[in-house]
């Protein structure tokens, strides 16, 4: 939920590590699902998975120059 008062103030817990924990959070959020729908969750959750598993898929420039580039 938004903060109210001083923000910097109150201990609302850490941001997500990691891009598929974050997703969690936002498909599980009531917040979210009140504020922009229920669908619209649901198609930014989708659109977002399916970028994670691209991500995944590819070997980044740091990969490939530690573990497969020949010096």
């Known amino acids: 939920s938004p903060s109210r008062g001083d923000g910097y103030a109150q201990k609302n817990g850490s941001l997500p590590?990691?891009?598929h924990?974050?997703?969690d959070r936002f498909r599980?959020?009531?917040f979210i699902?009140?504020?922009l729908g229920g669908e619209m969750q649901?198609?930014?959750t989708l659109t977002k998975e399916q970028e994670v598993?691209?991500?995944r898929r590819r070997v980044s420039?740091?990969?490939?120059q530690s573990y497969l580039e020949r010096t």
Do not use: Q
């Open 33 to 35: 699902r009140a504020s």
């Open 61 to 64: 420039l740091l990969e490939y």
């Open 53 to 55: 598993a691209e991500f």
């Open 28 to 30: 599980n959020s009531d």
């Open 21 to 23: 924990e974050a997703l």
């Open 42 to 44: 649901r198609i930014f």
């Open 17 to 19: 590590g990691y891009m």
